[in-house]
Every structure is written in structure tokens, then in C-alpha cells.
């Protein structure tokens, strides 16, 4: 039995990796893929939208001149980019003039309103087609005018109580902190590969287990039910041939992530951990397929739906959120354990939080590894 | 006639292929369905999560919910709240100390403590959160700057800026969009979420029609047609009409299903028409390109569906093109779909029509004929010589 296992293995591997597609589809796909995703995606994670802003002053007053003073110092912080304008320039021209996202209009007599109990008011002219832009804009005004409130709330009660706060008083009446109660997670990058990597090791899996029905379409298979072969160690030699591969290409994946990308996982052990529990997924589900088919061709083209399907469900493209009904179909994928692991994993002291997912893996695993074993059983005919 | 019949054979063996049926008629309704329920519910406020019993969490509250920045989930402990905010829902919790009331009256400055789940909204909620607080602990803040600087009871000066601030209109900021419309905070709606797919789809599967090409070579079909008193050019036109073909299929199927399910709207419909028109026959270019220089037809599948994907990616279908920065922007439009996807964003957001959209539908047009020009070059070659 084992010999045989080991001869069967030896000989597949060999001929996988003769073969191009395990680095094309397994490793090469993926990387690239993944660094597309990143050149797209993964400024917009940092903070580095960009934002350009023009400030029209028509008001001339010292309050207005302060408020664009403010704006006009933002311009370089992050990426938001400020521009004067002249008084009298017309918002909706100077959108398209200077492509700008938002303009901030101070109308006359917005500085005597915000010195008397007046309602003072501002505008923002927004350019339709950045509305997202447009929305940081507002967020950012909504900031300084909640700033000049305060001012004018200092200036008039102290008027009254006969002090005069310097303008420089800038305190915070909050102090804040932040927490991260579940860990920071992965940032885009290492996530974006991450589901590359779980997403394509079901291809790179399902080319192991379908050769079971190549060589019972080549007829080799025949002949090697008719040496004197334990069936299980034929079934036992394409899993593993499968599983090694799987394992390999995901591994070999995260490592180039760690040294291309400067990826950082947590715990290699808790990774390792993951990727085996993963793999044993996607070679029990890719087998059931396989189990199913009658031709190779046919199971190869339902195991890419398989494929991208629970990778798309899973949150291997787009995070998913865990809840509704979209939600619960996601738990119902290898993809989002594995990636929910390694979002514990990351800022984890001990790689034994990715328990939970490892559990989760197993279990879908079993379920689906019972019914495999037992319809790949069946194949085994002459 | 014999075009007709090329391309329409093409057509027909695509979808013998089951998995094709999937990846054409399924699998873009479902995709579109997940992102969109998942970006796209403009309807859907967010929710911060507040621990509750103080005076300046419950006006904060009320700041927060009356300007529909988020909607406010009470929590009663703070390790209920972490608890739940490690797991995402909410993607943001608020810790207010059971003292802050009482510190803020003292004229100290209490600390509140933002817990952050990894939610991609977290950072944009955390910076709401604080300015709803902020702006709450602005009065006592003021008495206690104020009590400092004129050393009068806190008592007094307290009675002073409440009154004053009593008769202080707040600061209204009135939002407009340049040439009129309304506001929009939700911007990544279900519409650019079909478009964004339906050229990502489109492209894909045309591109993927590249090894079909290379198996109608090897297999000999190509020779036989040859051989029949057809000419070189008669089938070059039929092989790349069936790949326009089966992209035309699925863009028209596209547009259809979401109109019917989504309600998604795609403005004019001639010019949309004209426009994916010219895109699925650049994605038919690519693919009688590949195809024709290609020899290794599963290596072709393999190359067209990572082009397929990586060209998509980088065009803006799968994140709107108004986010990427300017350099990032410019790349996007070496290929096609950042085109088409400007043309239909003119379409939808200005009610654009032909004439709009005029530099965009040159462009692909130019794009087509460069690439349809080299590929029946090549296949020229290529079809006579095997």
C-alpha cells in the first residue's frame, strides 16, 4: 500500500510540475492578479484619496479670512490639495476650470452674521461627478465650522464676561482614544492576496483530483486497478498529489507577499495552520465534483464556477460582512474562515486565536470529504 | 450570409459548454446582487454603537441621528460593546466614561475611548463620532476656558454662555452641486455597479473566445473552411463576429436583467447601445489577436481570463474611476472599459447623448479598428498557414 501510494505520488508530481499550468494558474495568476488589485485598491486604504479644494472669499472679512486662513493651511496635509480663489470667481466655472471637487463660497456678510446673532451661512458647490470628493469636503468644513462655533461662542461670552480669549485658545474640550477591540486586521494588500491565494489554490487542487478521470478516459486507470494496487491507494495518491500541490503553491504565495508586498500574517505556525485546514477543504469539495462528473472537461468547467462562486461569497474579492442572508452563506465557505483567521491571526500574541476558523474548516472538511471519498470510490471501475 | 453562419456557430458552441452558461447568464446577476447589496443600499445608514447613561453621549446621539451621519445602537456595558465591536457590528463604538458629565461640569476634559473594528467604514464613522461629541462638550469646554481666564464662579459663567449661546444661530452650511441636482453621499450605487460589470463580464467573455479560435485551428475546422469556396477574409469577418457576437449577447443580456431586477437605469439608450457596441469590438479585436498569435489554446484560456480580470481591475470596473488618484487615473485609461465606463458615467449622471460622448466613442472606435486591423493581419497568416 504505501509503496504504491508513494510510487503513484512521485509520478503525478512529477508531471504536475513538468507541466506549466501549476505555476501559470497556481502561483504566477495569482500574484499578478493580486498586484493589480493592490495598484487599484490600495491607495484608497491609506488615506490617499485625493481631494482638491478651492476656497472663494467674497466676504473680506477678518472671520472669513480666518476660515480660509484654515482651509488654505490643509493644502499638502494628506493629499487634499487647497486653492484661493479670486473673490468674485464663479464656483461652478472654477469646478471645471481647475478640476476641483468642492468650492467653499464664503457670501458677503457671512463675517458681521458670525459677529452678531445673525445665522450665519456658507456654501458648497460641489463637482457631481467626485462625489465622494465632495463628501470629504464636507466632512472638512463641517470640522472648521464646528471650530469657529466655538470661537464665536468664546469671543461673545467672554465680551460679556469682560475677558478677551486670544484667538490662538484652541483647546479640546474631549480627549480621545482609540482602541482596536478585534486587532487592526490585514491591511488591503496582504487581505487582496490572501483571497487570490485561497481562491486559486482550488484551481490549482481540482487539476489533481480531475486527472483521477483523465487517466480513466486514457485508460490508464484500468491498468492500474488491474495491478495489485489498493484502491485506496489510488484514490489516497491523487488527494495527496492535490493537497501537497495546494499547499505548496499557498504557502510559496505568502511568502512572496511577505517579501514583495512586506506582508506581514502573525504567526507563521497559525498560518500554516490555516492553509493545511484549508486545502483539506478544497480538496474534499473539488473531489465531489470530480465524484459527480462523468468527463474531466466537464468537471473542470463546474470547478471553476465552484471555484470563483464561494470566493466571490467568501470575501476573497470584497470583504464580506458576516450578516443577513449573504452572510450566512459566506460562513458556509472555506474562504471566509480562512481569511477570518488570518485577520485574528494578524495582531494575535498567540497563533492559537485561529482555533474558531480552524474548527469551522475541519468540519466543512468532513462534510464534504465523506460523500467525495465515497462517489470517487465508485469511479474506481474498469 | 457565410459570416452570419460563422459567427452564429460560434455562438451556438459557446454555450453548449454549461460552465459558459453559468459565467454568462448567472454569474453576473449574482455578483452584481452580492456587491450591491453590499455598497450599493443608499438606504442604509450606519450604525455607531454608544455606551449609554450620560447626558453628552445622549445630545451627541441626538446630533448624530437627526443629521442621518449614523444611527445610534445603545449599549449598556462597555464589554458588551467591545464585544460586538470586534465582531464589525457595529464598525464603530463610542466608550463615554459614566463620569464625563460630571467632568465636564468639574471643567476637566474626560476621556472617550473609539473602539475601531477592521470595517472599511471605521475610519470615516470614527471621524464622525468625534466631531458629534466634540461639538456637544463645546459649551462646558467654553465655561471652563472662560472660568479659568476671568476667575468667576463656574456657576455664573456657566448662566453667562448659556444664555449667550442660547442666542447664537448656529452655522449653516448649505450644500449645492455645480449644475443643480441633489447631493449624493452614497455614491457607489447599484448602477455603477452594473456597468462596472457588465464591461468587466463583456470583456471577459469575448477576450475568453480567444481559445475557441486557437481550438478551431488546431482541430482543422479552420482548414475545411478553407478549403470551401470561402474566402480568407469571409471567415476572418464571420471569427470576429462571433466574438462581437457573444460580447454583444452579454452586454444586451446585462443591461436587460438589471433593468428588469434592479431597476438600474442606463440613460440613452442608442448611444449605450453604440457604445458597448464599439467596446465589445475591441474585446473582439483582443481575442481574435490572442487567438491568432497564440498557439497553446489551454495557455490561451489561462492568459485571457487573467487579462480579462486584470484589464477589468485596472479600468475602474470593480472601484469607481473617481477614486483613483490622478496618476493611477491616467493609467486606467490604456484600456478599454475606463472609456466606456466615462462615457456611460456622462450618460447617467448629465443625461448625455451621442454628441456627449463623442471623444470617448472615438477613442474606442479607434482602439478597435487598431486592434480588429492587426488580428486579421495576423489570422490572415496564421488561418492559411496551418
Request: hydrophobic content about 55%; charged content about 15%; overall charge negative.
Given at each position: 500500500m504505501i509503496r504504491a501510494l508513494r510510487a503513484i505520488t512521485a509520478k503525478d508530481l512529477r508531471q504536475r510540475l513538468r507541466d506549466k499550468s501549476f505555476f501559470l494558474l497556481g502561483i504566477a495568476t495569482p500574484l499578478a492578479l493580486a498586484f493589480v488589485l493592490n495598484l487599484v485598491f490600495g491607495d484608497l486604504s491609506e488615506g490617499e484619496l485625493e481631494v482638491r479644494m478651492g476656497v472663494v472669499d467674497?466676504?473680506?472679512?477678518a472671520v472669513s479670512a480666518q476660515l480660509a486662513g484654515n482651509l488654505a493651511d490643509?493644502?499638502?496635509?494628506?493629499a487634499i490639495e487647497v486653492r484661493t480663489l479670486d473673490p468674485a470667481t464663479d464656483p461652478d466655472a472654477a469646478l471645471g476650470e481647475h478640476s476641483l471637487d468642492a468650492v467653499v463660497v464664503i457670501p458677503q456678510g457671512f463675517g458681521d452674521a458670525v459677529m452678531s446673532a445673525q445665522a450665519p451661512e456658507l456654501a458648497l458647490v460641489e463637482n457631481p461627478d467626485r462625489p465622494v470628493q465632495a463628501s470629504v469636503a464636507d466632512s472638512i468644513l463641517d470640522g472648521m465650522v464646528t471650530e469657529l462655533e466655538r470661537t464665536r461662542l468664546l469671543s461673545a461670552a467672554g465680551g460679556q464676561l469682560g475677558v478677551q480669549p486670544g484667538?490662538?485658545?484652541?483647546?479640546?474640550?474631549l480627549a480621545f482614544a482609540q482602541e482596536w477591540p478585534g486587532g487592526q486586521g490585514l491591511d488591503v494588500s496582504s487581505r487582496l492576496m490572501a483571497g487570490m491565494a485561497i481562491m486559486f489554490v482550488f484551481f490549482t487542487v481540482s487539476f489533481g483530483v480531475t486527472t483521477l478521470l483523465e487517466e480513466k478516459q486514457n485508460g490508464t486507470l484500468a491498468r492500474l486497478l488491474a495491478a495489485p494496487i489498493p484502491r485506496n491507494a489510488i484514490l489516497g495518491a491523487k488527494a495527496l498529489v492535490s493537497y501537497v500541490l495546494g499547499v505548496l503553491a499557498t504557502m510559496i504565495l505568502f511568502g512572496a507577499a511577505t517579501v514583495l508586498m512586506g506582508a506581514e500574517w502573525g504567526s507563521w505556525l497559525g498560518v500554516l495552520a490555516l492553509v493545511l485546514a484549508a486545502c483539506l477543504t478544497a480538496v474534499a469539495l473539488m473531489a465531489i465534483v470530480a465524484g459527480l462528473a462523468k468527463r474531466a472537461e466537464g468537471a473542470g468547467a463546474v470547478q471553476s464556477i465552484i471555484a470563483v462562486g464561494l470566493a466571490l461569497l467568501g470575501g476573497s474579492w470584497f470583504p464580506v460582512s458576516g450578516e443577513g442572508v449573504l452572510g450566512m452563506l459566506a460562513r458556509a465557505t472555506p474562504h471566509f474562515w480562512f481569511l477570518d483567521g488570518l485577520e485574528d491571526l494578524v495582531?494575535?500574541?498567540?497563533?492559537?486565536?485561529?482555533w474558531p476558523s480552524l474548527v469551522a474548516l475541519v468540519a466543512i472538511a468532513v462534510v464534504a470529504g465523506v460523500p467525495a471519498t465515497a462517489l470517487l470510490r465508485r469511479k474506481l471501475a474498469p | 450570409m457565410k459570416i452570419v453562419s460563422i459567427a452564429w456557430h460560434n455562438i451556438i458552441r459557446m454555450f453548449r459548454e454549461r460552465a459558459n452558461l453559468f459565467f454568462v447568464l448567472i454569474f453576473p446577476i449574482l455578483i452584481i446582487a452580492v456587491l450591491g447589496s453590499q455598497f450599493g443600499d443608499a438606504s442604509e445608514t450606519p450604525e455607531i454603537g454608544i455606551t449609554s447613561g450620560t447626558d453628552v453621549a445622549a445630545r451627541a446621539a441626538d446630533r448624530l441621528e437627526s443629521t442621518r451621519a449614523a444611527r445610534v445602537q445603545w449599549f449598556d456595558s462597555a464589554a458588551e460593546l467591545r464585544d460586538q465591536v470586534s465582531d464589525g457590528s457595529p464598525a464603530v463604538g463610542v466608550l463615554v466614561p459614566d463620569d464625563a458629565d460630571a467632568r465636564l461640569d468639574a471643567g476637566e476634559v474626560p476621556e472617550l475611548t473609539i473602539l475601531l473594528s477592521d470595517d472599511e467604514e471605521a475610519g470615516q464613522l470614527d471621524a464622525v463620532a468625534r466631531r458629534s461629541f466634540a461639538a456637544e462638550a463645546m459649551e462646558p469646554g467654553v465655561v471652563r476656558q472662560l472660568t479659568e481666564l476671568s476667575g468667576q464662579p463656574a456657576g455664573q459663567v456657566r448662566d453667562v454662555v448659556s444664555h449667550v449661546a442660547s442666542g447664537l444661530p448656529l452655522i449653516e452650511v448649505t450644500r449645492e452641486v455645480a449644475g443643480g441636482g441633489e447631493p449624493e453621499d452614497?455614491?457607489?450605487g447599484f448602477s455603477q455597479i452594473a456597468v462596472g460589470i457588465l464591461l468587466l463580464m463583456t470583456f471577459l467573455n469575448a477576450l475568453t473566445g480567444a481559445a475557441a479560435l486557437i481550438q478551431s485551428r488546431r482541430l482543422g475546422v479552420s482548414r475545411r473552411m478553407i478549403s470551401t469556396p470561402t474566402s480568407v477574409r469571409t471567415i476572418v469577418i464571420g471569427e470576429g463576429f462571433g466574438r462581437w457576437g457573444v460580447g454583444m449577447f452579454q452586454a444586451l443580456y446585462i443591461m436587460i436583467a438589471t433593468a428588469l431586477l434592479f431597476g438600474v437605469e442606463w440613460g440613452d439608450l442608442a448611444t449605450a447601445i453604440v457604445v458597448l457596441a464599439l467596446f465589445a469590438a475591441v474585446a473582439a479585436g483582443a481575442a481574435m489577436l490572442i487567438g491568432a498569435i497564440m498557439e497553446n489554446d489551454e495557455q490561451a484560456a489561462g492568459v485571457t481570463v487573467l487579462a480579462g480580470l486584470a484589464l477589468g481591475a485596472l479600468g475602474g470596473t470593480m472601484l469607481p474611476?473617481?477614486?483613483?488618484?490622478s496618476t493611477m487615473n491616467n493609467v486606467a485609461h490604456i484600456t478599454p472599459h475606463a472609456w466606456a465606463i466615462d462615457a456611460f458615467t456622462q450618460m447617467g449622471r448629465h443625461g448625455g447623448t451621442l454628441v456627449d460622448v463623442l471623444p470617448e466613442v472615438g477613442v474606442l472606435a479607434a482602439m478597435a479598428v487598431l486592434l480588429i486591423g492587426l488580428a486579421s493581419w495576423r489570422l490572415r497568416v496564421t488561418l492559411t498557414r496551418v
Amino acid at each position: 500500500m504505501i509503496r504504491a501510494l508513494r510510487a503513484i505520488t512521485a509520478k503525478d508530481l512529477r508531471q504536475r510540475l513538468r507541466d506549466k499550468s501549476f505555476f501559470l494558474l497556481g502561483i504566477a495568476t495569482p500574484l499578478a492578479l493580486a498586484f493589480v488589485l493592490n495598484l487599484v485598491f490600495g491607495d484608497l486604504s491609506e488615506g490617499e484619496l485625493e481631494v482638491r479644494m478651492g476656497v472663494v472669499d467674497s466676504d473680506g472679512t477678518a472671520v472669513s479670512a480666518q476660515l480660509a486662513g484654515n482651509l488654505a493651511d490643509l493644502h499638502g496635509t494628506g493629499a487634499i490639495e487647497v486653492r484661493t480663489l479670486d473673490p468674485a470667481t464663479d464656483p461652478d466655472a472654477a469646478l471645471g476650470e481647475h478640476s476641483l471637487d468642492a468650492v467653499v463660497v464664503i457670501p458677503q456678510g457671512f463675517g458681521d452674521a458670525v459677529m452678531s446673532a445673525q445665522a450665519p451661512e456658507l456654501a458648497l458647490v460641489e463637482n457631481p461627478d467626485r462625489p465622494v470628493q465632495a463628501s470629504v469636503a464636507d466632512s472638512i468644513l463641517d470640522g472648521m465650522v464646528t471650530e469657529l462655533e466655538r470661537t464665536r461662542l468664546l469671543s461673545a461670552a467672554g465680551g460679556q464676561l469682560g475677558v478677551q480669549p486670544g484667538s490662538d485658545q484652541q483647546a479640546s474640550d474631549l480627549a480621545f482614544a482609540q482602541e482596536w477591540p478585534g486587532g487592526q486586521g490585514l491591511d488591503v494588500s496582504s487581505r487582496l492576496m490572501a483571497g487570490m491565494a485561497i481562491m486559486f489554490v482550488f484551481f490549482t487542487v481540482s487539476f489533481g483530483v480531475t486527472t483521477l478521470l483523465e487517466e480513466k478516459q486514457n485508460g490508464t486507470l484500468a491498468r492500474l486497478l488491474a495491478a495489485p494496487i489498493p484502491r485506496n491507494a489510488i484514490l489516497g495518491a491523487k488527494a495527496l498529489v492535490s493537497y501537497v500541490l495546494g499547499v505548496l503553491a499557498t504557502m510559496i504565495l505568502f511568502g512572496a507577499a511577505t517579501v514583495l508586498m512586506g506582508a506581514e500574517w502573525g504567526s507563521w505556525l497559525g498560518v500554516l495552520a490555516l492553509v493545511l485546514a484549508a486545502c483539506l477543504t478544497a480538496v474534499a469539495l473539488m473531489a465531489i465534483v470530480a465524484g459527480l462528473a462523468k468527463r474531466a472537461e466537464g468537471a473542470g468547467a463546474v470547478q471553476s464556477i465552484i471555484a470563483v462562486g464561494l470566493a466571490l461569497l467568501g470575501g476573497s474579492w470584497f470583504p464580506v460582512s458576516g450578516e443577513g442572508v449573504l452572510g450566512m452563506l459566506a460562513r458556509a465557505t472555506p474562504h471566509f474562515w480562512f481569511l477570518d483567521g488570518l485577520e485574528d491571526l494578524v495582531g494575535a500574541s498567540s497563533w492559537t486565536v485561529v482555533w474558531p476558523s480552524l474548527v469551522a474548516l475541519v468540519a466543512i472538511a468532513v462534510v464534504a470529504g465523506v460523500p467525495a471519498t465515497a462517489l470517487l470510490r465508485r469511479k474506481l471501475a474498469p | 450570409m457565410k459570416i452570419v453562419s460563422i459567427a452564429w456557430h460560434n455562438i451556438i458552441r459557446m454555450f453548449r459548454e454549461r460552465a459558459n452558461l453559468f459565467f454568462v447568464l448567472i454569474f453576473p446577476i449574482l455578483i452584481i446582487a452580492v456587491l450591491g447589496s453590499q455598497f450599493g443600499d443608499a438606504s442604509e445608514t450606519p450604525e455607531i454603537g454608544i455606551t449609554s447613561g450620560t447626558d453628552v453621549a445622549a445630545r451627541a446621539a441626538d446630533r448624530l441621528e437627526s443629521t442621518r451621519a449614523a444611527r445610534v445602537q445603545w449599549f449598556d456595558s462597555a464589554a458588551e460593546l467591545r464585544d460586538q465591536v470586534s465582531d464589525g457590528s457595529p464598525a464603530v463604538g463610542v466608550l463615554v466614561p459614566d463620569d464625563a458629565d460630571a467632568r465636564l461640569d468639574a471643567g476637566e476634559v474626560p476621556e472617550l475611548t473609539i473602539l475601531l473594528s477592521d470595517d472599511e467604514e471605521a475610519g470615516q464613522l470614527d471621524a464622525v463620532a468625534r466631531r458629534s461629541f466634540a461639538a456637544e462638550a463645546m459649551e462646558p469646554g467654553v465655561v471652563r476656558q472662560l472660568t479659568e481666564l476671568s476667575g468667576q464662579p463656574a456657576g455664573q459663567v456657566r448662566d453667562v454662555v448659556s444664555h449667550v449661546a442660547s442666542g447664537l444661530p448656529l452655522i449653516e452650511v448649505t450644500r449645492e452641486v455645480a449644475g443643480g441636482g441633489e447631493p449624493e453621499d452614497e455614491p457607489i450605487g447599484f448602477s455603477q455597479i452594473a456597468v462596472g460589470i457588465l464591461l468587466l463580464m463583456t470583456f471577459l467573455n469575448a477576450l475568453t473566445g480567444a481559445a475557441a479560435l486557437i481550438q478551431s485551428r488546431r482541430l482543422g475546422v479552420s482548414r475545411r473552411m478553407i478549403s470551401t469556396p470561402t474566402s480568407v477574409r469571409t471567415i476572418v469577418i464571420g471569427e470576429g463576429f462571433g466574438r462581437w457576437g457573444v460580447g454583444m449577447f452579454q452586454a444586451l443580456y446585462i443591461m436587460i436583467a438589471t433593468a428588469l431586477l434592479f431597476g438600474v437605469e442606463w440613460g440613452d439608450l442608442a448611444t449605450a447601445i453604440v457604445v458597448l457596441a464599439l467596446f465589445a469590438a475591441v474585446a473582439a479585436g483582443a481575442a481574435m489577436l490572442i487567438g491568432a498569435i497564440m498557439e497553446n489554446d489551454e495557455q490561451a484560456a489561462g492568459v485571457t481570463v487573467l487579462a480579462g480580470l486584470a484589464l477589468g481591475a485596472l479600468g475602474g470596473t470593480m472601484l469607481p474611476l473617481e477614486l483613483y488618484n490622478s496618476t493611477m487615473n491616467n493609467v486606467a485609461h490604456i484600456t478599454p472599459h475606463a472609456w466606456a465606463i466615462d462615457a456611460f458615467t456622462q450618460m447617467g449622471r448629465h443625461g448625455g447623448t451621442l454628441v456627449d460622448v463623442l471623444p470617448e466613442v472615438g477613442v474606442l472606435a479607434a482602439m478597435a479598428v487598431l486592434l480588429i486591423g492587426l488580428a486579421s493581419w495576423r489570422l490572415r497568416v496564421t488561418l492559411t498557414r496551418v
